[in-house]
């Protein structure tokens, strides 16, 4: 009787989970293309396609994976630490006030979280425009600029957007942690003559770690595999803003290379599976420590 209720969640799984995961490895030994031959009647290559995604002597060149994989690490750097840190500050700013300001803060942050990526891409192509772009217009007030930032500095570009987008979760995430914490611990505290560093250093941040473990984790896992710069700025100018989600979308959809893009998807499942272990592991160890 259980086995009947989980059949159609099973079903699911198997169609859209498990089979499309076992074709990508399949595929990824082959040398499926869309068009040509070899989309009647792939053969088998073994491991060339993963040979030559790391292929020393191109390893590096821009618009191959080897430098694709560099942008994305800089990306998810820059990305992580913006929206934790954002996060955290917006958290403490408010942190047990009540009024009208915190709750206008909280929905204009959230509604940057939840509204279509395309509209919001559009928004910021606008932002960042060269000659009517309003950061330009602000920049203006001080003397500074204009720039063209999606061809001048378009790796910061994008991860401004994906912080300003982002932001939201880490805030809500931090928030709530902060709201465990008994109030008798800081009241004790600033009793005590401690500063505000002194207390979120000593009191606060080692409460709310394992939720911040937990963001860091979560949303380093999120930016590794957006998608939504692409909306911004299509990978280019000149591959510089081709992060690996992009670069997998290029070789697999634009160059119709099947084999190919499917050893890029296979490399950076594996990636996330290490991240994602990562991620239980702590998890684990928090579960340990509570008991």
């Known amino acids: 009787m259980g086995l009947t209720f989980l059949s159609p969640a099973l079903l699911f799984i198997i169609l859209f ?33 993963y040979l030559q995604l790391f292929n020393p002597e191109r390893w590096m060149r821009r ?20 929206q934790m840190g954002l996060g955290i500050i917006l958290s403490l700013l408010f942190y047990r006030r009540e009024g009208v300001l915190k709750e ?5 942050v959230t509604l940057a979280w939840i509204l279509p990526e395309a509209a ?4 910021w192509s606008a932002f960042f425009d060269r000659d009517a772009g309003t950061l330009n217009a602000i920049l ?20 401004i957007f994906n912080i300003w987008r982002g932001t939201a979760f880490s805030m809500l995430l931090m928030t709530a942690a902060l709201g465990s914490i008994r109030p008798s611990y800081i009241e004790t505290a600033m009793v005590a003559g401690a500063s505000p560093w002194q ?14 473990l937990t963001g860091l984790v979560l949303i380093t896992l ?27 979308y290029r070789v697999a959809f634009r160059f ?10 296979v490399v950076v499942m594996v990636i996330n599976l290490i991240l994602a272990s990562v991620y239980l592991l702590s998890q684990r160890r928090q579960g340990v420590r509570a008991r």
């Open 17 to 49: 989970l498990l089979f499309p995961f076992v074709w990508v490895v399949v595929i990824s030994f082959t040398d499926r293309t869309l068009l040509g031959a070899s989309a009647v009647s792939p053969e088998f290559v073994g491991l060339r396609n």
């Open 63 to 82: 618009g191959e994976f080897g430098y694709s994989l560099y942008l994305t690490l800089i990306f998810v750097a820059g990305s992580v630490a913006g």
């Open 104 to 108: 206008v803060m909280y929905t204009l």
């Open 120 to 123: 919001m891409a559009f928004t």
């Open 140 to 159: 203006g007030w001080f003397g500074l600029g204009p720039y063209d930032w999606l061809l001048d500095y378009p790796l910061l570009s994008i991860i």
């Open 199 to 212: 207390r979120f250093r000593d009191i606060m941040f080692p409460l709310v770690r394992p939720q911040f």
């Open 222 to 248: 999120w930016t590794f595999n957006v998608f939504s710069p692409f909306l911004l700025t299509q990978g280019g100018p000149a591959f510089q803003t081709e992060i690996v989600a992009i670069h997998t």
């Open 256 to 265: 119709y290379e099947f084999g190919r893009g499917s050893a890029i998807a």
